[in-house]
């Protein structure tokens, strides 16, 4: 396994387009998080997943995003209606929740351009 | 609610000297785990370290070490004899009794002159 692997890479879309990101994790990880970063900032947490279910969400995810983890297994993160605002690095982690704690392990994210 | 700081935006040193960056760190919980990440230009975030507020005991590896002070809440990372491989961008972290939800600092950009 390599690691956590999110697609695509980079995404130029124009205001109002829906995009749609995906994130595999490590295969054996039970939780996937989605971070958003913007430029000259740290990460900023937006929602997480135990295997299928989303257990938390931030106020950050608007309407307009959506994320689902079917299976457990690989996740999406769309965005409807895409804003200028939205322009910025989306990260995707994956750790394994047993007992006690591991770290998570993050991919080298998707970078969105609205224009 | 959680709040990291990192007062330094970017620091630059001469390669081989030491640097320290800087983290402040605000919780209501007693139980927490602090993190150091590093961020190379390719965009991954690569973790160092994972300290739990129990532990103040401070770590080396390698070249790296962290010093955690619960009494004045810093978490503060030395970087001895530093390459220009080292450059990158340095994010702290908090999360508070697991990592659902994890808060970053906004990082500090660390340039390593040869």
């Known amino acids: 396994d390599t690691g956590v692997s999110q697609d695509p890479r980079h995404k130029i879309t124009k205001r109002g387009q829906n995009v749609t990101f995906r994130c595999d994790p490590i295969s054996e990880h039970n939780r996937l998080y989605w971070y958003r970063q913007t430029l000259g900032q740290g990460p900023e947490f937006l929602t997480y997943f135990q295997n299928e279910a989303q257990l938390e969400k931030s106020r950050l995810l608007s309407d307009r995003f959506s994320a689902e983890r079917p299976k457990g297994s690989f996740s999406t993160l769309e965005i409807q209606r895409t804003e200028q605002g939205d322009s910025a690095m989306y990260l995707c982690?994956?750790?394994?929740?047993?007992?006690?704690?591991?770290?998570?392990?993050f991919g080298q994210g998707t970078r969105l351009t609205v224009v | 609610a959680q709040k990291v700081t990192q007062a330094q935006t970017e620091i630059s040193v001469v390669e081989k000297e030491d640097v320290t960056l800087d983290c402040v760190y605000e919780?209501?919980?007693?139980?927490?785990?602090l993190f150091w990440y590093k961020q190379p230009p390719s965009g991954e975030l690569v973790f160092l370290i994972r300290r739990n507020s129990f532990d103040e005991q401070n770590e080396i590896s390698g070249r790296y070490s962290w010093n955690f002070q619960k009494s004045t809440s810093s978490f503060n990372f030395t970087i001895t004899a530093s390459q220009v491989v080292d450059s990158a961008v340095y994010f702290c972290a908090l999360s508070e009794a697991g990592y659902q939800k994890v808060t970053f600092g906004t990082g500090t950009k660390l340039q390593v002159i040869p």
């Open positions: 982690a994956s750790s394994l929740e047993a007992q006690g704690y591991t770290e998570a392990f």
């Open positions: 919780t209501r919980d007693t139980t927490y785990y």
